[in-house]
C-alpha cells in the first residue's frame, strides 16, 4: 500500500470521529475503480464498492474539487468535496471523498427562522417605537459598519471618531443619554465622547 493513502486514511478517520455522525469520508481508489476506506458509512455503500468515477478528472494545478452538493439514498442532502491523493511519482492514485450531512442544520435553520420571522409577528407600533433613539443609533451603527466593511472590534481610536462626527451629522446625539449610549456601544469612556462632540462645535 502506497503510504500515502495510509496517511490519508489516518486523517480519513480523524475527520469522521471529530464530525461524527454527520460526515462520511471514503476513498476511492483510481487504478481499481473501487472503494478501499470507509468511515461513518451513511451512503450504504461498502469497501470493495465500485466507485463510479471513470470519468472524474484531478488536475495538478487544482487538486481539490468542491465544495457540491449531492443527495444521498434517504434524500438528505450532502455538501461534499473530494481531494486527490499523490503517489510518490506524484500521480493522482486515489481520492478522498468527505460528504458532509446538511440536512439536520438545514431543519435547525428552519427552525430557528419560524421564531425570527414569525408569520404573526406585527409590524412595529409607530406610537412605541417612534422616538425609539436608541434603536435608531443601532440601525445606523451597523449600517455604517457594514457599509465600511468594518466590525465594532475592529474600529481603531480615530475611526471610532469619525463614527462619532458621522453620528452627530445625522442628529444621533439629540436623545438624552444618547452620548452615554454610544460610548458604550463603542467601548469609549463617556468623557471621550464628549470631548469628540466638544471638538466638533
Known sequence: ???????????????ARLL????????????????????????????????????????????????????????????????AINGENETPIAVMCINFDISVLSNVLSFIEVFIKPDDMLSKPDEIFKDDWQEKINLFVHSWLQENNKTLNSLTRLEKQNLIEVINS????????????????LGLGRATVYKYLKDLK
Open 1 to 15: 500500500m502506497d503510504k500515502n493513502i495510509q496517511t490519508f486514511k489516518n486523517i480519513a478517520d480523524g475527520i
Open 170 to 185: 445625522k442628529g444621533g446625539f439629540k436623545g438624552k443619554n444618547a452620548a452615554n449610549y454610544v460610548a458604550g456601544i
Open 20 to 83: 461524527h455522525p454527520h460526515a462520511e469520508v471514503v476513498i476511492h481508489n483510481m487504478a481499481t475503480q473501487k472503494i478501499i476506506h470507509l468511515v461513518n458509512n451513511i451512503s450504504k455503500r461498502e469497501i470493495g464498492s465500485p466507485s463510479l468515477l471513470e470519468n472524474f478528472e484531478i488536475e495538478f494545478d487544482n487538486p481539490i474539487i468542491g465544495p457540491y452538493e449531492k443527495l444521498n439514498w434517504d434524500g438528505r442532502k450532502l455538501k461534499s468535496i473530494s481531494i
